[in-house]
């Protein structure tokens, strides 16, 4: 158990319309990453967060977007969904607010599936 | 623009040792080293990091080559949990983590 939750664990949805994601930090971590993992591209980076504000973009659409909240959780909003949307998304944090120099801890992620 | 180089598959039986093999042989002078796995269906655990010299952590141990162009990952004694796809990724400060293909690591009983 990384200390990370997400919710919901698993979502069906329809094309055109939206969802949001939810993501816990560990206790204490103030840098929260999404990530989205599928099949044909493998796990991309979206978007970082370091306590409340934006502070990377990755391969994120922009029918997408993400906040961190002052009790520094974060929420993935993805609309107009298209059938290519579906994947795994994870959520990860640390204490770092400078990526790529200490370890991150993934959250058990959401299946998202489009139909 | 693959950054690192590792093996699609490894083999390895319980209870042995297990050395993952990572080439880098572009990295820069401040770029870290991450090993991460992922279990089927579960997302990346972290594993181990290090700069230049090697590190051990209850987990593994991670072997840095001295001109720092390849790394290996040392599982001491293989069990059946630690079947899962392996991950070396080099990362300097402000960048993100760039996942490959990894390697998939299966261990025979």
């Known amino acids: 158990d990384s200390g990370v939750t997400q919710t919901p664990k698993h979502l069906i949805t329809a094309t055109g319309q939206r969802v949001t994601l939810r993501c816990s930090p560990r206790s204490g971590d103030l840098s929260v990453y999404w990530y989205q993992q599928s099949l044909d591209q493998g796990l991309q980076f979206l978007i970082q967060y370091y306590n409340g504000e934006e502070r990377a973009k990755g391969n994120i659409l922009e029918r997408f977007s993400a906040q961190q909240f002052p009790d520094l959780h974060s929420e993935l909003n993805l609309s107009s969904l298209e059938l290519g949307d579906s994947a795994l998304y994870f959520c990860?944090?640390?204490?770092?607010?400078?990526?790529?120099?200490?370890?991150?801890?993934f959250g058990p992620g959401t299946r998202l599936t489009v139909t | 623009d693959a950054k690192t180089t590792q093996p699609n598959s490894m083999e390895s039986n319980e209870e042995e040792p297990v050395h993952l093999p990572c080439n880098h042989s572009t990295i820069s002078g401040t770029d870290y080293i991450h090993w991460y796995r992922q279990l089927p269906s579960q997302g990346p655990e972290y594993v181990i990091h290090?700069?230049?010299s090697n590190v051990n952590n209850r987990m593994a141990s991670l072997a840095i080559a001295e001109d720092r162009k390849s790394s290996t990952l040392i599982l001491h004694r293989a069990t059946l949990r630690d079947a899962a796809v392996y991950y070396c990724i080099r990362s300097n400060a402000g960048n993100m983590l760039t996942f490959g293909g990894g390697t998939r690591l299966m261990v025979k009983p």
């Open positions: 290090g700069l230049t």
């Open positions: 990860a944090s640390s204490v770092h607010g400078v990526a790529g120099v200490g370890e991150q801890y």
